[in-house]
């Protein structure tokens, strides 16, 4: 068990050099939980590499089985250091981050909120990112709400899951005393919590801040929400997508309300809903990722448009 423990310490640590060679700056901007993951993946390995330092005697009984299955804790432990390690946001994104005379960007480690700097829409958005993408690969895509006078909050998950961010949307509500109602939004995953969020306040008898809208980018509910009344559903997705495929977005329209609608953007891709590069499983576009970009800001911006002018 000491080379073992010894092999496993090593591991964790070409894992955890491994994660910041390719995605420091996810990690740097991204939620804490992941960057205090690495912290304690590092602690643990070295605090292992100095017990195990020599030869110890054989282990027996309940001690051994106790070796075994911190080793195979260890295990699971690493493997998910490794699978969340995130998607890294790319340009445009990152220059869409930039504050200017239309718009105020604010950074903090929960969330990134862009604020129209002329008067703002009483109507927000809330926006969920898919699994694993750090949050500012969404900027390019959501700054044109924020230039049309729309406040955007993009939230920052947990470990880069949406699950795990359920109670990001009433802590943004309550720090955007401005937005009267919400149009929540998200991208695969992301859109799966933000149908939950949409169905929650529907089933509110009174809500101080009303969620009015439901936008989908290449994402589909979990369960059956066809009986939401109040909120507009818009669903946007690509005909090329691997991930949330044209049979699941076709499958999704019995679990939504029947005058939802729904946007198909020719040779798009699951990756084309943000900026953070290829991802495992996508299928291959045959349309430009600006090209897709464009159309997909342009049907988020018509429904929140719709959604404010009480249409």
């Not at 493997?79 to 604010?106: G, H, N, R």
């Not at 700054?143 to 909050?153: D, I, K, N």
């Not at 991930?243 to 679990?255: M, R, V, Y």
Request: charged content about 15%; aromatic content about 8%.
């Amino acid at each position: 068990m000491v080379w073992v423990a010894r092999v496993l310490a090593v591991l964790g640590l070409v894992i955890v050099v491994w994660v910041l060679a390719t995605a420091a700056p996810a990690v740097v901007h991204g939620h804490p939980a992941y960057a205090v993951m690495l912290l304690l993946t590092v602690a643990g390995c070295v605090a292992a590499l100095w017990l195990h330092h020599r030869r110890r005697p054989s282990l027996h009984g309940w001690r051994r089985v106790g070796s075994v299955a911190l080793a195979v804790g260890a295990v699971g432990w690493l493997a998910a250091v490794a699978w969340l390690k995130p998607f890294t946001a790319q340009q445009p994104a990152l220059a869409a981050m930039q504050s200017d005379s239309a718009v105020t960007v604010v950074e903090s480690p929960t969330r990134i909120v862009m604020t129209p700097t002329s008067v703002a829409s009483t109507t927000g958005v809330f926006f969920q990112p898919g699994a694993r993408v750090e949050a500012r690969a969404y900027a390019a895509v959501l700054r044109p709400l924020a230039e049309a006078g729309y406040t955007v909050v993009i939230a920052k998950q947990p470990l880069g899951i949406a699950f795990l961010a359920m109670g990001a949307f009433e802590a943004s509500q309550e720090s955007t005393p401005g937005v009267r109602s919400w149009v929540v939004a998200g991208h695969s995953l992301g859109g799966t919590v933000a149908s939950m969020e949409a169905a929650d306040h529907n089933a509110r008898v009174q809500s101080d801040w009303p969620v009015t809208g439901l936008l989908l980018h290449a994402s589909y509910p979990a369960s059956d929400i066809s009986d939401m009344a109040v909120a507009q559903v818009q669903s946007i997705w690509g005909t090329n997508d691997g991930l949330a495929t044209p049979a699941d977005i076709e499958e999704s329209k019995a679990n939504l309300p029947a005058d939802s609608r729904f946007t198909a953007i020719e040779g798009a891709v699951h990756a084309f809903f943000g900026d953070y590069g290829p991802q495992p499983g996508d299928g291959a576009p045959t349309i430009t990722h600006d090209e897709a970009r464009a159309q997909i800001t342009a049907a988020s911006l018509e429904l929140v448009a719709r959604v404010s002018a009480g249409r």
